[in-house]
């Protein structure tokens, strides 16, 4: 039997009126607090307060409650029980055998951050000051995710990203690399277009540290954190407006379905950020114990201090920085948040203090970055990613001294 054009629309119509009952809408407050949040005028006030908790929580909980229950773990029971147990020690490094240099440390320290052993330096970073810091960060995040809040962010800043050739979903790895540059990389998989992608990864390598590095440096220059960030922020937007200028490719406008706020389920909840976390733990810890072994090898062979002194003249002269922040450097291809805290180490002024801790900011990502990149973007623009690192570490590291001298610090 076939229809006509009328016909058809008469039977949509009776399909219509059997099924379909109207009522009156009323507003709830779910509603009218939902309209507040993406409307820019009451928005981006609401996301300020809302990013100023999330980053009280995430210092007070995670870098300073956690911190403070697992450091008495290191400093009174395991650090003390290993350098009596560890074969060879002496009353110096030097007095001391590899094995116990590697394992232990300098025996002479007098914080974990101090000893830069496996064993000692190692496990406390990726314990006692990774793992508070990323635990602590997952939480709040998958909260504003379950409530519903990301895709209100994502439209508010939508405005803003687009002036740099990216959008709003730009914020979801941006936040994310907070935590973790390796699921922020991933996570870039949201931009619609290869130059998009690329843009993304490039300018998280360089300029957004994770919450790893953002611990650390809370114990190494908590004063200015704030400084240094507030510079990754702003460096981060100027390098991504000249890299949308020569970066070929289109960046389409946003298209994002804004979901009504609901009550989290605190049983989904604590599975996600337990699922993130035991990824975050198979991945980090091995890594920083790999890292600070292999840097303590080098160290032992003498590989650091030739670093050291043919790239004293740069350190020294461009960056204002002693040769020794070299290792650091060497050690932040592995783990960034190793190399900060190898950086407390080193006797500076706080004016170098606050340039070597931007340097390895803006440093390589760690390997496993690197990988990550390697598996989303392929050689090419593997290599592309390495050439925009150089040239920004020199370019940044270099005012960064400017600005520390012009503000007497």
């Known amino acids: 039997m076939t229809l006509t054009s009328d016909e058809r629309w008469d039977l949509i119509d009776k399909i219509t009126r059997e099924t379909v009952r109207f009522g009156k809408y009323e507003r709830s407050l779910k509603d009218v607090v939902g309209e507040l949040t993406v409307r820019p005028s009451t928005g981006i006030p609401l996301a300020i307060a809302v990013l100023f908790g999330f980053f009280s929580f995430f210092f007070t909980f995670g870098l300073s409650f956690l911190m403070m229950l697992l450091d008495p773990v290191f400093s009174r029971y395991l650090i003390p029980w290993l350098k009596v147990t560890v074969p060879g020690g002496g009353a110096t490094l030097k007095e001391s055998s590899l094995l116990y240099g590697i394992l232990v440390g300098d025996p002479t320290a007098l914080h974990a951050f101090e000893y830069f052993g496996v064993l000692t330096s190692g496990l406390y ?14 939480i709040i995040l998958t909260i504003l995710e379950d409530t519903g809040y990301m895709p209100r962010l ?25 935590g973790c540059n390796i699921p922020g990389v991933e996570a870039t998989r949201a931009l619609e277009t290869r130059k998009q992608r690329f843009m993304m990864m490039a300018l998280l390598g360089v300029f957004i540290p994770c919450g790893a590095q953002l611990g650390v440096m809370l114990a190494v220059v908590p004063e200015y954190v704030g400084l240094i960030l507030l ?27 804004v979901p009504p706020y609901r009550a989290p389920t605190w049983r989904n909840i604590a599975r996600k950020v337990w699922h993130r976390v035991e990824g975050f733990i198979a991945v980090a810890i091995p890594m920083v114990l790999a890292g600070v072994l292999i840097v303590n090898i080098l160290y032992w062979v003498g590989v650091i201090g030739w670093i050291g002194s043919v790239l004293s003249p740069m350190f ?23 190399a900060v805290a190898q950086i407390s180490a080193i006797k500076m002024t706080v004016a170098q203090t606050i340039i070597a801790v931007t340097l390895v900011t803006i440093y390589f990502p760690c390997l496993a970055t690197f990988i990550m990149i390697l598996k989303e973007a392929g050689v090419v623009d593997l290599l592309k990613c390495l050439g925009i690192l150089i040239v920004s570490f020199f370019i940044f590291g270099g005012l960064m001294q400017g600005i520390v001298s012009v503000m007497g610090v």
């Open 231 to 257: 510079y990754c922020i702003v460096s981060f937007f100027i390098a991504g407006f000249v890299l949308d200028a020569i970066t070929p490719g289109r960046s389409p406008e946003i298209l994002i379905d």
């Open 125 to 138: 970073v990726a314990i006692g000051v990774v793992l508070p810091a990323v635990f602590a960060f997952y």
């Open 316 to 338: 020294v002269y461009w960056f204002g920085v002693p040769e020794e922040t070299a290792g650091p450097l060497v050690m932040a291809f592995l783990r960034k948040d190793v």
């Open 154 to 178: 994502v439209t508010l800043i939508d405005t803003v990203f687009h002036k740099i050739g990216l959008h709003g979903f730009a914020a979801v790895p941006m936040l994310l690399s907070l």
